[in-house]
C-alpha cells in the first residue's frame, strides 16, 4: 500500500512491470520489492526445500525469500534479489521454485513430511543401496529442492572486467562511509567510493534521522554532490566489494544495466580495485527472532519496515505488529504512526520500556505463534499480562543487529565477540591496511558513525602522509543502543533461522545431539549458513542456538569461515570477455589470410592457427589432400609457412660458451654461415626441445626452437644465463615475430628459389646445413638448407612486413613448377616417414638415450642436464626406446595412442612393452607408419610385436624397424647437384 | 626476381574511431632492440646520446619522441624511429616484431584499464612512462603519450587480437556513456 506523498521518491513517474503475468504500477525509483509491497503482493517465493509460502524478509542484497527470475530464453537471469533490483518499465519478473503456481504449489506436500525431512534426513535414509544415490536420490532430492535456473542457452550478453587504483577505498556510503571519503578526499586523496545501493547514503535514505538540523537523505545528497565535484573522486553505485585479498586488492561486482531495459552496454563489470588503504563502513544487518513459524509472507525485519515506509513510501501492512528485543521495535512503531499506518501493537521482550506514541505496548512480550497460509493473518502474544491474538498482516521483528564484518574476514581473521551489542565486530588487524568505521564495527548511533568516519579518515590519510583538513562533526542522534538477549521463542511450530535453506532451531539442536557440535560441521550438517545469502541473516542466531545446544558461550562456539564473494558474483562477470575470439590471443602467420583465402581449416599449435591441409577442388577427405601435398613434396617442391617455431637471437663474446652449457652437443665448433640440430636437456637429464641453431657470426648465433616450446626455451635461457652461468657475457632477444618464414621443400626447391632470389644459389654455394643472407627483391632475408622433410629444402626468411607477399609469390611459383602449399598433416607425414622426433616423442619422460640419441650428450663438455642424463636407471637397454612400426599386413591401421604387447600375451597392464606416439598413412611407401617407445626398442629391429589400441578397439601386428623409414641415408636432403 | 610488398601488422584492421577514443597504427620506423653487453651500458648510452641525441633509458620510460628510446625489459630497450648505431651491445632488428596501436581520446585510460592491471593515474603514469603488462591475456607494453593518449604495443601475431580486445574495451565504455544515471 502506498502512502500519499510519503517516500524519498514520491515524485517518480509512474513504472509498468510484471510479476509472474500479472501487469503492476510502480514508480521510478522503487526496488522490485518496493513496488510488490506497494501493490499488496506479499507471497514472491516458494522455500527451497518445503516449499513453504515467503515473502519479502529485508529492504537490501542480504535478502533470502525474494528471489526472483527475470528475463528470458538466453537472457534468463535467475536468483535476482528483489530487494536490490530496481525497477523499469517493461520489467517482467517471475517467481521460482512453486509449479504449478506460487499458490499452488504441488512441491508443498514436502512441507507436510518435515518431520521426516529434518537436517541429516539424506544421509541416513538414502544410504541404501549405495549405487542408487547418485543416479536416483539425488537427481530426485536436486530436482525437488532448488532455487531458479539457468536457461542452458548460451548468454549472449556483454559483461566487463576492469582495474582501478586508489590511495583510499571507502566500501559503503552510510554517514560513516560519506565522511571518511570527505575527509579523505579533501586531504588530496584519490578515493573510491563504492555502495552497492543505487544511491548513496546508507540508513540516511531508510530513517528519519536529521543531520546537521537536515533531513538525513538531503544531507548524504548534499555530500555526494561534493565528492562528485571533485576530481580527485570517484563515486561508484550499484558495486559491490565482493572479496578482500593480498596487497590491497579487492573484488568488486558493478550491476551496470540491471537496472534498465536491455542496452548494449555491458551487464555487469567485475573489478579489481587496488587501494593503499581501505576504509570499511559497510553497516550492519539486522536479524530476526526465532519464534514459532515466524516465516510467514507479512514478517520482516524491522528495518525493512522502515526503508519500505521512509525510502519509498510503501506501508507494508494495513495494520502492524512490532516484535523486537531492541529500541528498534519503538522507533518502528514511531515512523508508522507519523505515517499513518495503525500499529496494532509492539510486543517488547524487554521490561523496562515505554510506549514513545500512540501504540499498545506488551512488556516481556513474545510471539509464540503465527497464522495465515499464503500470508500472515494474525500472532499470539504472550506478555507480562497474559496473551492473546492480535490480527496483523505484518509483523516488523528485530533481534537486534550483527555489524557486517565479512570484509574483515576474508583473510582468515575472525570476529570478536562484543557482549554490549550482542554480535560479532571486526577484529583489528584483521586486513592490512583496512580501518573499520561506523555500524561495521558496532558504532550503531548516526551521531557515533558520522564521527567514527571522519576518525578513520584522518588516521588514515595521516599514515599516508596527508594533512587531514579539520571537520566538525554534524549534529545527529547518539542516543545509545539497548538490547537484550532474546535468540529463540518457545512454542508450537518451526522457528526458522535460515530461510533460504529452511534450516530451523530444531535442525541446530539436532546437530549438536548427532555430535556435530563444531560451528563448520553443524553448517554443513545442516546446510545453514549456504546458498546465495550465506547466512547474513541467520549466523548469529544460529550458533547461539548451537552455543545453547552444547552449553558453550558463544565466542567459545565462534563462527564459520567468512569467504568470497560477499554477495553472489555471476561467473559471467569473471569471465567477462572470454567468450569467442576474446577467449584466448590469436597469433595469426603473415599467411593468416592467404591460408584463408585457400579453404585451409586451421588447428590450433599453442596460440598460434596452422593450416591443417589445402583441399583442392574434387577431394572430399582430408587424407586426399594430405596424401597430394605429401607427394608434392617428394616429387616437385612444396611451401609451408614455419614461421611459429621460436627464434632466439643470441650474441656476445661468449655466445658460443653459452650455447655450448644449454645444449647437449657442441656448438663452439660450429663454422660460420652453417647449421647445426641440437638438442636441449633439462636440468634431471631428460629431454627438454630440439631445433636447429645457424652461426651468423663469430659472436652471433639464431636459435631455433619447436613451436610449442618457445616460451618455455626462452625462460629457460633467462634462468641459466641469470642464475648459473652470469659470468658469460651473452644476451638474447625473441625474434619470433620479426621474421616470416617459409619451407621450401622438394627436388625443385632450388629452382623455386631462384625464381624469386636476386641472385641465384647453387649446391656448392648453398650445400646441405648452409645459411646466410639472400636478397629478395632488394630486400634482404635469410636463407637456411635445413629439412624436416627429408627433401632437398630450405627455409627462406624476410622481415614480417613482407611475408604475405613473399608468400603469394611462392605459391604461385610452386603451383607453375608442378607444387604447391602444404600443411601440418603433410608436414607431420614427412618427418615420420624420415624419423623426425616433434613433442609426441620428447613428451617430457624420454631421455637422450630413449631416442637414440645417446652420443649427442657430449661427454667433452658440460651441459645442463649432463650429469643427470647418466644416472643409473637412465642409460639401461630394457628402457623404452624410439623405434618404427609398419603393419605386418600391409592394410592394417596403427594408431597413437596404442600400447604394445608380445605378440600372443594378454593385453594388460603388467605385459606393457611401450607405446605409439605418431602414426601416419605414408602415400610415399603405401601403408601405415608409427613412431613409438619399445622396451629395449634398439635391439629389437625386425622382430613382431601386437599393436593393441583399447580405446578404439584396434589390434595390428606390427614389425619392429629403424624409425628412419624413408631415404635413410639422407642422400635428398644432402642433394649437391647444381642441375 | 620478386618484388615485395609490405604490410603493416594491423593493415585492413584501423584506423577505428569509437565514441569519444581513437585507435590507430603507428609506424615507429626502425626499431632496435639493444642490450648492453656486461659493463657496457654506459658507454652505449654514451654513443646512444651522441649519435641520435637520447641515451639508454632507466626502466619503465621512454625517452624522446622520434627519435626515441623505449625500456623494454631487463637490461633490454627499443630504439625507435632511427638507424641504431654500432654499440657494444646486443642490436637485433625488431623493426617488423611489434603491432603497435595508438590510442587517444577522453577515456583512453578508462579503455585500457578494462585490459590492463597496472595503475594508469596521471599521478603515478606519467608522459613518459612505460610498462610492460598484461593486455587481455597478451604481454605487451604500454606507453603514456599524453593526457590521454597511449601507444600499446603486442607481438605482431597478436595484432587482431589486440585490436579486438581494444575495440570491444571502447564499445563497451561508449556504450556506458549513453546509460541514463
Partial sequence: MRIAGKGLNAGGAPVSFSFDGTIYEGREGDTLAAALLANDVRLVGRSFKYHRPRGILTAGSEEPNALVTLGTHAAQDPNIRATTQELY????????????????????????????????????????????????????????????????????????????????????????????????????????????????????????????????????????????????????????????????????????????????????????????????????????????????????????????????????????????????????????VEAGVKVAGVIDSRADVQALGDYPIFTNGKVVGTKGRLGLESITVQHSGGTRDIRTDCLAMSGGWNPTVHLTCHMNGRPTWNDDILSFVPTDGAIPDMTVAGAARGVFSTHGCLEDGIAAARAVVDTLGLDAV??????????????????????????????????????????????????????????????????????????????????????????????????????????????????????????????????????????????????????????????????????????CDVSTLGKIDIQGPDAAAFLDFVYCNTFSTLKEYRVRYGLMLREDGHVMDDGTTARLGANHYVMTTTTAAAGQVMKHLDWVSQALRPDLDVRFASVTEQWAQFAVAGPKSRDLLNTVLDADIDGESWPFMACGDVSIGGIVGRLFRISFSGEHAYEVSVPARFGASLFRQLCAQAEAMGGGVYGMEALNVLRIEKGFITHSEIHGRVSAFDIGFGRMVSQKKDCIGNAASQRPGLLEAEREQLVGFKPVDKAEKLTAGAHLFVEGADAVRLNDQGYVTSVCHSPTLGHDLALGFLRDGANRHGETVMMVDHLRGVKTLCEVCHPVFFDPDNTRAKETSNG | MARLIANTPCAGLLPKTIGSVSLSEVDAGVVTLVAPFNGQQKAVSDALKSAIGVGFVAPNRCVGTSPRVMWCGMGQALVMGVDCPDLPAQCVDHSDAWAIVRIDGAGADAVLARLTPIDLRASVFKKGHTARTLIGHMTGGITRLGAQSFEVMVMRSMAATLVHELVQAAENMDARAGLSA
Fill in chain 1, 470 to 639: 579539520a571537520v566538525d562533526t554534524p549534529s545527529a542522534d547518539d542516543s545509545a543502543y539497548r538490547i537484550e538477549p532474546l535468540w529463540q521463542v518457545e512454542g508450537k511450530g518451526r522457528k526458522w533461522l535460515d530461510f533460504q535453506n529452511d534450516v530451523h532451531v530444531k535442525d541446530i539442536k539436532l546437530a549438536a545431539q548427532e555430535n556435530f557440535r563444531s560451528v563448520e560441521h553443524m553448517k554443513r550438517y545442516t546446510t545453514q549458513g549456504m546458498a546465495t545469502d550465506q547466512g547474513k541473516n541467520s549466523n548469529v542466531a544460529a550458533l547461539a542456538v548451537l552455543a545453547d545446544a552444547t552449553g558453550r558461550g558463544i565466542p567459545e562456539t565462534g563462527t564459520t569461515t567468512f569467504r568470497p564473494p560477499y554477495a553472489p558474483v555471476s561467473i559471467a562477470a569473471m569471465g567477462a570477455g572470454a567468450q569467442g575470439h576474446g577467449f584466448a590471443p590469436e597469433r595469426h602467420m603473415t599467411s593468416h589470410q592467404a591460408t584463408l583465402d585457400r579453404g585451409a581449416p586451421m588447428i590450433e599449435a599453442g596460440l598460434w592457427y596452422r593450416p591443417s591441409y589445402f583441399p583442392k577442388q574434387g577431394e572430399t577427405t582430408w587424407l586426399e589432400s594430405c596424401n597430394r601435398e605429401v607427394g608434392m613434396v617428394r616429387n616437385t617442391v612444396g611451401i
Fill in chain 1, 89 to 336: 518499465d517493461g520489467l517482467a519478473a517471475r517467481s521460482q521454485n512453486a509449479w504449478p503456481s506460487l499458490k499452488r504449489d504441488a512441491m508443498a506436500v514436502n512441507d507436510l513430511m518435515s518431520p521426516f525431512l529434518s537436517a541429516g534426513f539424506y544421509y541416513k535414509t538414502f544410504m541404501w543401496p549405495k549405487s542408487f544415490w547418485e543416479k536416483v536420490y539425488e537427481p530426485i532430492i536436486r530436482r525437488a529442492a532448488g532455487l531458479g535456473a539457468i536457461s542452458g542457452v548460451t548468454n549472449e550478453d556483454t559483461y566487463e572486467k576492469a582495474f582501478a587504483h586508489c590511495d583510499v577505498l571507502v566500501i559503503g556510503a552510510g554517514p560513516a562511509g560519506l565522511m571518511a571519503a570527505l575527509v579523505a578526499a579533501q586531504a588530496g586523496a584519490d578515493v573510491i567510493l563504492a555502495d552497492e545501493d543505487s544511491r548513496m547514503g546508507g540508513r540516511l535514505l531508510a530513517e528519519t534521522y536529521s543531520v546537521d538540523g537536515r533531513e538525513g537523505a538531503d544531507w548524504a545528497a548534499d555530500i555526494v554532490a561534493r565528492l562528485m565535484a571533485m576530481d580527485n573522486v570517484r563515486l561508484m553505485t550499484r558495486t559491490t566489494i565482493t572479496g578482500a585479498y593480498d596487497q590491497g586488492t579487492f573484488g568488486a561486482l558493478e550491476r551496470v544495466t540491471h537496472h534498465t531495459a536491455a542496452t548494449q552496454a555491458p551487464r555487469e563489470c567485475f573489478w579489481r580495485i587496488v587501494a593503499k588503504r581501505s576504509i570499511l563502513c559497510a553497516g550492519a544487518l539486522e536479524r530476526p527472532i526465532a519464534f514459532p513459524n515466524n516465516d510467514r509472507p507479512g514478517i520482516m525485519t524491522a528495518g525493512a519496515v522502515r526503508a519500505y515506509l521512509n525510502r519509498w513510501g510503501v506501508a507494508p501492512g494495513k495494520s502492524v505488529t512490532i516484535f523486537a528485543n531492541n529500541d528498534d521495535a519503538h522507533r518502528t512503531a514511531v515512523d508508522l
